[in-house]
């Protein structure tokens, strides 16, 4: 189970400056599919926040003069269940996540607080580029399940299966590149006995625990070099020192 905000935010962060024009802004929530986004500075620290409602009919006007001052925001590391008390305490949508030096990493939702109370893994509107800082672009985590495997791509990728279990933060126990990530998650469902012994107790051990992530890789030199992005991640994850 997730703990913190950190691990629930949508971090592909939408942000809008106090000088862009209203028309550029509006355009930008249109075609992401959201209602609202935070304004930050030049240092990227949160001003204000700008919704649907404040830009339409004001053509013509600068974000900064519509926006609602000051933002809503919450540290990344704090804690779940605070942050949804506080927001239901404010009547708030959202809040606008910060790091400690206060600058915006993402935005939570009270429907992201929602899925995490119960259970349930992170979804983020599909519009959104769910790219990591090398640049593959990663599905959201869903359940290891067969009617959810369409998520996939049926092609070549990469793979981590995630362990998201009730009092714990969420960690990778495992990761694989494939020619066709779909048919071998298929394969992993269908016969979980077949797999080496390591991979064949991660899916005998838990499994309405177990969450995959997936991603797209055509070139086979980047999907070589994300994979060891992610084995190196697994492998953190399971040293207990960290």
């Given at each position: 189970?997730?703990?913190?905000?950190?691990?629930?935010?949508?971090?592909?962060?939408?942000?809008?400056?106090?000088?862009?024009?209203?028309d550029?802004?509006?355009?930008?929530?249109?075609s992401?599919?959201?209602?609202?986004?935070?304004?930050?500075?030049?240092?990227?620290?949160?001003?204000?926040?700008?919704?649907?409602?404040?830009?339409?009919?004001?053509?013509?006007e600068?974000?900064?003069?519509?926006?609602?001052?000051?933002?809503?925001?919450?540290?990344?590391?704090?804690?779940?269940?605070e942050?949804?008390?506080?927001?239901?305490?404010?009547?708030?949508?959202r809040?606008?996540?910060?790091?400690?030096?206060?600058?915006?990493?993402?935005?939570?939702?009270?429907l992201?607080?929602?899925?995490?109370?119960?259970?349930?893994?992170?979804?983020?509107?599909?519009a959104?580029?769910?790219?990591?800082?090398?640049?593959?672009?990663?599905?959201d985590?869903?359940?290891?399940?067969?009617?959810?495997?369409?998520?996939?791509?049926?092609?070549?990728?990469?793979?981590?299966?995630l362990?998201?279990?009730p009092g714990r933060?969420t960690?990778?126990v495992w990761?694989?590149?494939?020619?066709?990530v779909?048919?071998?998650?298929?394969?992993?469902?269908?016969?979980?006995?077949?797999?080496?012994?390591?991979?064949?107790?991660?899916?005998?051990?838990?499994?309405?625990?177990?969450?995959?992530?997936?991603?797209?890789?055509?070139?086979?030199?980047?999907?070589?070099?994300?994979l060891?992005?992610?084995?190196?991640?697994?492998?953190?994850?399971?040293?207990?020192?960290?």
């Amino acid at each position: 189970m997730a703990r913190h905000v950190s691990e629930i935010m949508n971090a592909e962060l939408f942000f809008i400056r106090p000088s862009d024009s209203v028309d550029m802004a509006l355009l930008g929530i249109l075609s992401l599919n959201v209602t609202a986004a935070p304004v930050v500075d030049s240092d990227r620290r949160p001003v204000g926040v700008v919704s649907l409602r404040d830009l339409i009919g004001a053509s013509g006007e600068s974000v900064g003069e519509r926006m609602t001052s000051p933002a809503d925001s919450v540290r990344d590391d704090a804690a779940i269940d605070e942050v949804a008390r506080e927001l239901a305490q404010r009547d708030r949508h959202r809040f606008v996540v910060v790091d400690a030096d206060g600058r915006a990493v993402g935005v939570v939702s009270s429907l992201d607080l929602l899925r995490a109370v119960l259970e349930l893994p992170p979804r983020h509107p599909a519009a959104f580029p769910h790219q990591d800082a090398a640049g593959v672009q990663w599905t959201d985590p869903f359940e290891l399940e067969l009617e959810r495997t369409s998520a996939a791509p049926a092609g070549p990728g990469l793979l981590v299966l995630l362990y998201d279990a009730p009092g714990r933060s969420t960690r990778p126990v495992w990761a694989e590149a494939s020619r066709d990530v779909r048919r071998r998650l298929h394969e992993l469902l269908a016969a979980p006995h077949e797999q080496d012994a390591w991979l064949r107790g991660i899916l005998e051990h838990d499994t309405a625990h177990l969450r995959v992530r997936t991603a797209a890789v055509l070139d086979p030199v980047s999907r070589d070099t994300a994979l060891d992005r992610a084995l190196a991640e697994v492998a953190a994850a399971r040293d207990p020192a960290r």
